[in-house]
């Protein structure tokens, strides 16, 4: 079978060929046609019945290849429309003679990091931009399009991910205030809606509608978002107020303050006393400054307050001590003696409002007890010798509290060598003045101790070793040699001759090292001076002290100059500042003054200048 075709559309160039298929076909499929284009095609049979290849009669027939799928389309643009629309625009390119007409679109967005699923959205060709609606707040998705023809889908579009705007939270939910008689205590629950961005704070607000008619709100605190109750204190009694609590969710630059709730509430009520809160006082741990107390409970998941006052006080409202969990005793410190005080312990919800407090328990202070020990442990007085150590101890019934002591000397000041030491005044090397009546006192209370001591005794002289004898019948006693008082005075007389010749020698030493170092050290001069006239020339005074006027006529010569007399002073003939010399070492350890190329220049250029 011969089969012929050609291109009757798009035969720009013109497309055509032909097959010749063996045996006896009823069917062929012909490929690498061109899409979306007519052909016409031609079937003759053959055969070799004769030398001459016979051919039936032919047979014309045309078809249409089908048309290519769309591309991909380009998403351009995804942008947030609200809190819960976004915005998606595309374009795709198409060709006429290989794909038909675009039907619609087909978007599909889904948060990101997820699996892309539906929902798909279905845009009617030819729009390519649609808003996505319903989305969640404050969140990011991704989208992507494809297009669809009479010969089926494109591939979807490279993702493109945006995030929708984020709102104020809603107000806070279900505000309950609870007002006691200085303070109030709030709760509150988080908003129905964040915004789209978490909660960072809950902002807390109070007007004194007792002092203002119109609306004064200040802010009391902002608190963090896990918090959902807060107690204001310090407020007055008896006294109306307004209190409003607002959800914010601002954070990396974005969200904002929700709308306020608020609630009225007056502080006149007292906290309820609950029975069952029993508080004890440990009278066996009671001291002058400390006493333990402990309670019971049979609440879990509770605050508590402990609050001290004496005995004809009210509490204060913000004198408290917070215990939580299992804490159930305390030591009360920094009391004073012998005085009575009153307590109280204040069970609180750690989520709520609801307080309650124990009936109030009195106790009294013991008196302080003072007294001092010091050396041989004695009790009120005691002995020493000079030079032995002293340790005075003041002994307190503080109840282990710190020490709080002041050490005084009856009539006298307290030796400058001595240390206290907390409770214990210690005199490591006392004399026999510091004798006296030293005084230990705490809070009001005291205790004197006297403390004499005694001089060294005195080392009494060695005996003379006995002299032997020269013979059994004759003793032999030696006198002390001693030196007439002429000599004495005449030795002492030449010793202090022999000193002062020794000092001024060694005066004179010394001035001649000086004066050496000081040539030593001349040898480089201060020449940040400015010059003064002078007569013909000037001298810089060694040093850089200043200028002198010449007194000789001509000026001297560097022989002259490197003088011993002259050396050390340099001579110029003009106004040159400082910065026109540089300083040079000269023989014999003195210096001269050569110029510098500003110096040179100044003088004609003669660089064997001296000055």
């Given at each position: 079978v011969n089969i012929t075709y050609i291109a009757t559309s798009n035969f720009d160039p013109p497309h055509f060929g032909s097959k010749i298929v063996p045996g006896q076909p009823t069917e062929y499929v012909i490929q690498d046609l061109q899409p979306l284009t007519t052909y016409e095609f031609t079937v003759a049979v053959l055969n070799n019945v004769s030398d001459v290849v016979g051919s039936s009669s032919e047979e014309n027939v045309s078809a249409m290849t089908d048309p290519l799928v769309p591309g991909m389309p380009n998403i351009t643009s995804l942008t947030p429309v609200s809190s819960t629309e976004l915005k998606v625009t595309w374009f795709l390119n198409t060709d006429p003679l290989t794909q038909t007409m675009i039907d619609s679109f087909d978007v599909e967005y889904y948060i990101d990091g997820e699996n892309p699923t539906e929902p798909v959205i279905a845009i009617n060709a030819p729009a390519t931009m649609t808003i996505i609606p319903n989305l969640m707040k404050g969140t990011t998705y991704g989208v992507r399009v494809r297009a669809n023809n009479s010969a089926g889908p494109s591939k979807y579009s490279t993702p493109v991910t945006a995030r929708t705007d984020i709102d104020p939270p809603t107000q806070v939910t279900d505000l309950v205030i609870t007002a006691f008689t200085f303070s109030i205590c709030i709760s509150w629950g988080a908003p129905t809606d964040d915004g789209g961005q978490n909660i960072s704070e809950y902002r807390i607000e109070i007007w004194d509608m007792s002092e203002y008619v119109t609306e004064n709100f200040i802010l009391v605190d902002t608190?963090?978002?896990?918090?959902?109750?807060?107690?204001?204190?310090?407020?007055?009694?008896?006294?109306?107020?307004?209190?409003?609590?607002?959800?914010?969710?601002?954070?990396?630059?974005?969200?904002?303050?929700?709308?306020?709730?608020?609630?009225?509430?007056?502080?006149?009520?007292?906290?309820?006393?609950?029975?069952?809160?029993?508080?004890?006082?440990?009278?066996?741990?009671?001291?002058?400054?400390?006493?333990?107390?402990?309670?019971?409970?049979?609440?879990?998941?509770?605050?508590?307050?402990?609050?001290?006052?004496?005995?004809?006080?009210?509490?204060?409202?913000?004198?408290?001590?917070?215990?939580?969990?299992?804490?159930?005793?305390?030591?009360?410190?920094?009391?004073?003696?012998?005085?009575?005080?009153?307590?109280?312990?204040?069970?609180?919800?750690?989520?709520?409002?609801?307080?309650?407090?124990?009936?109030?328990?009195?106790?009294?202070?013991?008196?302080?007890?003072?007294?001092?020990?010091?050396?041989?442990?004695?009790?009120?007085?005691?002995?020493?010798?000079?030079?032995?150590?002293?340790?005075?101890?003041?002994?307190?019934?503080?109840?282990?509290?710190?020490?709080?002591?002041?050490?005084?000397?009856?009539?006298?000041?307290?030796?400058?060598?001595?240390?206290?030491?907390?409770?214990?005044?210690?005199?490591?090397?006392?004399?026999?003045?510091?004798?006296?009546?030293?005084?230990?006192?705490?809070?009001?209370?005291?205790?004197?101790?006297?403390?004499?001591?005694?001089?060294?005794?005195?080392?009494?002289?060695?005996?003379?070793?006995?002299?032997?004898?020269?013979?059994?019948?004759?003793?032999?006693?030696?006198?002390?040699?001693?030196?007439?008082?002429?000599?004495?005075?005449?030795?002492?007389?030449?010793?202090?001759?022999?000193?002062?010749?020794?000092?001024?020698?060694?005066?004179?030493?010394?001035?001649?090292?000086?004066?050496?170092?000081?040539?030593?050290?001349?040898?480089?001069?201060?020449?940040?001076?400015?010059?003064?006239?002078?007569?013909?020339?000037?001298?810089?005074?060694?040093g850089g002290g200043g200028f002198t006027p010449i007194s000789t006529n001509p000026p001297l010569y560097q022989e002259e100059v490197d003088s011993p007399v002259e050396r050390g002073r340099t001579m110029t003939n003009d106004y040159i500042t400082a910065t026109s010399f540089n300083t040079i070492d000269s023989k014999g350890g003195g210096s001269k003054e050569q110029l510098t190329e500003e110096g040179r220049s100044t003088f004609g250029g003669n660089k064997h200048t001296d000055v």
């Open positions: 608190v963090g978002s896990n918090i959902l109750t807060y107690t204001i204190e310090e407020l007055g009694n008896d006294t109306d107020y307004r209190v409003r609590v607002a959800a914010n969710n601002t954070g990396n630059g974005e969200g904002a303050l929700g709308p306020y709730s608020s609630v009225n509430a007056t502080t006149n009520e007292p906290i309820p006393i609950d029975n069952e809160i029993v508080l004890t006082v440990d009278l066996y741990t009671l001291t002058a400054f400390t006493v333990s107390v402990n309670w019971t409970v049979t609440s879990e998941n509770m605050e508590f307050r402990l609050q001290v006052k004496l005995l004809d006080d009210d509490f204060d409202p913000d004198d408290f001590t917070i215990f939580t969990g299992d804490v159930r005793g305390t030591i009360i410190t920094n009391l004073q003696p012998n005085t009575e005080y009153e307590i109280r312990l204040i069970r609180s919800e750690q989520s709520g409002c609801t307080r309650r407090t124990s009936p109030t328990v009195s106790f009294t202070t013991i008196e302080l007890e003072v007294e001092v020990s010091g050396p041989g442990n004695g009790t009120g007085n005691g002995t020493v010798t000079e030079g032995e150590e002293v340790v005075l101890i003041c002994d307190l019934n503080t109840g282990g509290a710190p020490p709080d002591v002041q050490w005084m000397r009856v009539d006298e000041d307290i030796p400058d060598d001595a240390v206290v030491d907390g409770n214990r005044l210690i005199i490591s090397d006392p004399q026999v003045e510091d004798s006296g009546e030293y005084t230990c006192s705490s809070r009001g209370a005291s205790f004197t101790f006297s403390l004499l001591v005694n001089p060294l005794p005195l080392q009494p002289s060695p005996s003379p070793s006995p002299s032997t004898p020269t013979s059994p019948t004759e003793e032999t006693t030696e006198e002390p040699f001693s030196l007439p008082t002429w000599a004495i005075a005449v030795i002492a007389a030449g010793a202090a001759i022999c000193i002062v010749i020794f000092v001024i020698v060694l005066i004179v030493v010394l001035c001649c090292c000086c004066t050496k170092k000081e040539q030593k050290s001349s040898a480089r001069y201060d020449l940040s001076r400015q010059p003064k006239k002078g007569a013909g020339g000037m001298w810089l005074d060694e």
